[in-house]
């Protein structure tokens, strides 16, 4: 560690940077103008773009190797700034209708942004349960940031409790972790494995326990009933942040934690984590169904994408964690896109139902154009990035022979396809009544028919051409991994 | 000399103690109960941390600087917690969790 070293943090830097200046000029912002704070925050968060480039192919240890920037770190650092930037940059509208604190709400994201970003870099629990609970603070409060909102306090409260709760099981499965290896460093912990295959009870309670919290945190059966109502009641661009930014730190600490401290006691938890992913997705999907309401069914829908990407974490090895890697990437863009359009389709009606959405391709040709590139790579349609991820992640985990995992993620795959349909089935097809035959095309302002563009640009791009991509996923997991 | 209390003793207390919390936090319908319960479960953890450190791990400072962590943590929590729950007490004079049911859980 030396002087030098915090050159590497400055993305991170940055973002604190930008996240106290935006607290402090909210302080002198007229009510009205405060919407608006969005931009500086979304500039803050470019710049930390700007910054990443710097350690591009560095592996570099720090503060006492507790922090590790690598290749991993830095796919999923780029991955958090890329998803706060379209989160703040989707969300003024719906601030200047809903919220009243805007500096606080821009600043808290970006918070959260630098939890997760500690989370991917840590390799060691103490530090990753730290940023975790950074992340989950941040959130904590902008969940319940529509303060004179019932079921915004009401959806808080309950993320809270149970996130607190999680947090108490994952802090437990660490402490007997530590107990029967001495230590909290992944590396020290898979040395003590190499030595002492077997420490009995208390290090098969502890795993469990941790695997447990990280559970609830990425929303895995049985332990999401907590997604559908927060992803409710938050507010709309919280929710599309919760369902791709806090879920892809809650897979890079699992992934992180497997492959560098717990690789050598994976074969015993493979088939645990395997059912648990069939249950994860299955349940996900089968609920998702039968849901009226437009978030709940992005909230089950994005608990069956969980149970996809659990897939290639009980098949854990290098190929997989570079599908994973790709398919959390494809998930990032396509999930925004369809919150997106939600959170833009709220701002001009106030409505979230799937019955809403009549004549929704009559008032705008975007909104509905997002809506299907979004709903359709979802739904694992070739073409789209959907199709080309889970494709990869299937291909590399079904190396490991478990092939009742793969048949039921496919099967599973092929079974959400229904429910994607049925919403674009409202938007496309369902004739509108003769009164709605009148309501005026939208109008969308240009940031955001730019934003909604670049994301179905992503997503196409990721599904047709995934070269870059899947380059940068594979020097991810090279990190881990080696060779 | 007094002899040093065993690890397993230690350690049953704490497992004890989060079993505690545990049943508190499914069990009870007030929300601040659930939140001094989920306090049982955290405590539970700073004393296995402690124990471990002081039996288990070379380096003995490691167990105790993760339990003043968790603590702080711990704290910043519950500050957080009561702050939410004192608005949902605003809003419906009422922090019957059961009571929570704008969203179907």
Do not use: C
């Amino acid at each position: 560690m030396n002087g030098s070293d915090f050159a590497f943090l400055l993305p991170e830097i940055v973002l604190v940077a930008t996240a106290i200046t935006v607290w402090a000029v909210d302080f002198f912002t007229p009510r009205d103008r405060k919407p608006d704070l969005a931009w500086p925050a979304a500039a803050g968060a470019l710049v930390a773009m700007a910054f990443l480039a710097i350690s591009w192919g560095e592996h570099r240890e720090m503060f006492l190797g507790t922090l590790r920037l690598d290749n991993f770190s830095l796919f999923f650092r780029f991955l958090f700034l890329t998803v706060a930037f379209f989160v703040i940059v989707g969300s003024p509208g719906y601030v200047r209708r809903k919220l009243r604190n805007a500096g606080e709400f821009y600043g808290l994201i970006l918070m959260s942004t630098v939890g997760a970003m500690g989370i991917v870099s840590s390799r060691e629990f103490l530090t990753a349960y730290i940023s975790l609970e950074l992340v989950a603070f941040g959130f904590y409060v902008l969940v319940s940031h529509a303060r004179h909102e019932a079921r915004s306090n009401e959806a808080g409260a309950k993320y809270l409790i149970l996130g607190a709760f999680s947090s108490g099981l994952l802090l437990f499965g660490i402490s007997l972790i530590f107990g029967a290896t001495g230590s909290t460093g992944y590396a020290a912990i898979a040395a003590a494995l190499e030595t002492t295959p077997d420490f009995g009870m208390v290090w098969t309670l502890g795993v469990a326990l941790v695997l447990a919290g990280l559970g609830f945190k990425v929303a895995a059966f049985p332990f999401h009933s907590w997604a559908p109502d927060v992803y409710e009641g938050a507010p709309l661009p919280i929710t599309a942040f919760l369902s791709v930014g806090s879920k892809a730190a809650g897979f890079a600490f699992l992934i992180r934690l497997f492959a560098e401290g717990l690789f050598p006691v994976l074969d015993d938890w493979r088939v645990a984590i395997g059912v648990v992913a069939v249950l994860t997705m299955t349940f996900g999907n089968l609920v998702a169904i039968q849901q009226a309401n437009l978030k709940r069914l992005l909230a089950y829908s994005s608990i069956a994408q969980a149970g996809y990407i659990l897939v290639g974490v009980a098949t854990l090895n290098a190929d997989t964690t570079s599908g994973m890697l790709l398919h959390i990437a494809g998930y990032t863009a396509t999930n925004l896109g369809a919150f997106l359009v939600v959170i833009y389709f709220h701002n001009l009606t106030g409505k979230e139902g799937i019955d809403d959405l009549r004549g929704l391709y009559r008032r705008s040709f975007l909104l509905t154009l997002v809506l299907a590139v979004s709903l359709l790579s979802l739904a694992g349609m070739p073409l789209f990035a959907g199709f080309m991820t889970k494709f990869y992640l299937f291909t590399a985990a079904a190396a490991s022979q478990l092939w009742w995992l793969i048949a039921l993620a496919v099967a599973n795959s092929i079974l959400s396809v229904y429910y994607y349909l049925l919403v674009l089935r409202q938007a496309f097809i369902t004739p509108e009544s003769e009164e709605e035959e009148q309501r005026p095309a939208f109008r969308l302002p240009s940031h955001a028919r730019a934003t909604l563009s670049l994301l179905m640009v992503l997503v196409l791009w990721i599904g047709i051409y995934p070269s870059v991509f899947v380059d940068a996923a594979e020097a991810g997991s090279r990190a881990l991994f080696g060779g | 000399m007094i002899e040093a209390i065993p690890l397993d003793h230690v350690v049953l207390v704490a497992t004890t103690l989060f079993g505690i919390g545990l049943y508190g936090v499914l069990s009870r319908r007030n929300a601040v109960a659930i939140l001094m319960a989920i306090e049982l479960m955290l405590n539970a953890v700073n004393i296995n941390f402690i124990a471990f450190s002081m039996y288990v791990s070379p380096d003995p400072t490691v167990g105790q600087i993760i339990a003043v962590f968790v603590i702080t943590v711990a704290a910043a929590e519950v500050a957080l917690g009561l702050a939410i729950v004192l608005q949902i007490f605003r809003n419906k004079s009422n922090i019957n969790v059961d009571d929570l049911d704008l969203l179907r859980w």
